[in-house]
Structure formats: C-alpha cells, structure tokens
C-alpha cells in the first residue's frame, strides 16, 4: 500500500512541474504574427516594441495599451483599462 501511495505522490508531482513550467511554442499565424502558444495573443519582443505598437494604434485612433503577461512571459498589447 506504502508503494502505491508512493508512486501516486511522485506521479502528482511530475504532472505538476510539467504543467507549470512547460508551455506550448509560439508560432506564427497566416498574417506572420508571432503568436503565444499558451494564450494565442500575439507576442512583442519587449516592452519597448510593445509601447511602441500601442502608441502607433492611439495614434490611429484605438486606445491599446501594452502589458507583460505573468502566467506566459510574454508582451502583448490589450484595450482594456488598467485594474486598480
């Protein structure tokens, strides 16, 4: 039974480092957007570039806003409003 539980246990904590510190490769979309493989928004190399984007799109007349995605690792661009 000992070995059993073992084995559960060593099982339950591969599945989770493997779902949490793996992630699908980015990829490119038909257009030639590089896109996240783990939310499918499209990626920014940085912040920088990121920033750059969305002030080209303010002055296009679209409020966007650039912003570092935690759970991907990655930039990408949204129009929604700051949460405070």
Same mark, same amino acid.
């Given at each position: 039974?000992?070995?059993?539980?073992?084995?559960?246990?060593?099982?339950?904590?591969?599945?989770?480092?493997?779902?949490?510190? $793996? !992630?699908?490769? &980015?990829? =490119? &979309?038909?257009?030639? !957007?590089? !896109?996240? @493989?783990?939310?499918?928004?499209?990626? #920014? &190399? &940085?912040? /920088?570039?990121?920033?750059?984007?969305?002030?080209?799109a303010?002055?296009r @007349? =679209? #409020?966007?806003?650039? #912003?570092? /995605? @935690?759970?991907? @690792?990655?930039?990408?661009l949204? $129009?929604? /409003?700051?949460?405070?």
């Open positions: 039974m000992e070995i059993i539980v073992t084995i559960l246990i060593v099982v339950a904590i591969a599945w989770i480092v493997i779902r949490f510190t $793996s !992630r699908p490769a &980015d990829y =490119t &979309d038909e257009k030639g !957007r590089t !896109r996240c @493989g783990r939310c499918k928004k499209i990626v #920014y &190399d &940085d912040g /920088e570039t990121a920033h750059s984007a969305a002030e080209s303010v002055t @007349g =679209t #409020y966007l806003r650039a #912003y570092y /995605e @935690g759970r991907c @690792g990655e930039w990408h949204t $129009s929604q /409003e700051p949460r405070c």
